[in-house]
């Protein structure tokens, strides 16, 4: 079981920047991949970025790309989720997922779900 805890969420402006941390404990290894999801309320859950720990390939949702940066510090266990340009609909809770084997946005679960950080953007 991998346990997950985000930090850096807050309250900015629009065009502000954010960096969103994800720190790993318990059964986690370096190809684990790694999900940042995030869900305002009225709206699904909506997956933003991953990352592959085999190869450190990377995805973007559409409308985070050029914005959103996924990255990861093996030696930290921890990913971060530095947000960039920032608008008033990227104001949502935002958590992140780790899973051994794939990080399809799709899937019902995931190996491990932090408890999430707000962030909340004003115009």
């Known amino acids: 079981q991998v346990q997950l805890v985000e930090s850096g969420g807050g309250s900015v402006q629009a065009g502000g920047s954010l960096r969103l941390s994800c720190a790993a404990s318990?059964?986690?290894?370096?190809?684990?991949?790694m999900s940042w999801f995030r869900q305002s309320p009225g709206k699904e859950r909506e997956g933003v970025a991953t990352?592959?720990?085999?190869?450190?390939?990377?995805y973007y949702a559409d409308p985070v790309k050029g914005r959103f940066s996924i990255s990861r510090d093996k030696a930290r266990n921890t990913v971060y989720l530095e947000m960039n340009s920032l608008k008033p609909e990227d104001t949502a809770m935002y958590y992140c997922a780790a899973d051994s084997d794939n990080c399809r946005w799709s899937k019902a679960s995931y190996d491990g779900w932090g408890q999430g950080t707000q962030v909340t953007v004003s115009s």
């Open positions: 318990g059964s986690t290894y370096s190809w684990y991949c």
């Open positions: 990352i592959y720990g085999k190869g450190g390939s990377t």
